[in-house]
């Protein structure tokens, strides 16, 4: 099991950036994948952006591409999201995730084992 904590959320105007961490313990040796999801106030959790260490890619929503970017910094087990342009669109609760296997291209959408808290993000206009 990964335990998950996010941070970073907060309130931001439109077109403004924040970065979201994610700090990862416990068994983290199993994980090979970490995404970041959300979701808005009505509608279903959504993928954002996923980092898969075994293939070294980064993979991205249509609506994030290019505005977004996701890294990793190995030593501190944490995965970070730099969030640039934001939209008020942007709003919603992002949780990061972690899954064992490793992936690529859509295989990064889902089949992940364990989930943080969430960390509420809110983008005014």
Known sequence: QV????????????????RLSC?????TSSTNTMGWF??????????VAAI????????????VKG?????RDNAKNTVYLQMNSQKP?????????AK???CSNYGCYGGYDDWGQG????VSS
């Open 100 to 102: 064992a296997q490793s």
């Open 67 to 71: 505005r977004f970017s996701i890294s």
């Open 3 to 18: 335990q998950l904590v996010e941070s970073g959320g907060g309130l931001v105007q439109a077109g403004g950036s924040l």
């Open 52 to 63: 898969s260490f075994g293939g070294s890619g980064t993979y991205y929503s249509d609506s």
């Open 38 to 47: 959300r979701q808005a106030p009505g509608k279903e959790r959504e993928f």
């Open 119 to 122: 960390t509420q993000v809110t």
């Open 23 to 27: 700090a990862a313990s416990g068994r």
């Open 89 to 97: 669109e942007d709003t919603a609760v992002y949780s990061c995730a």
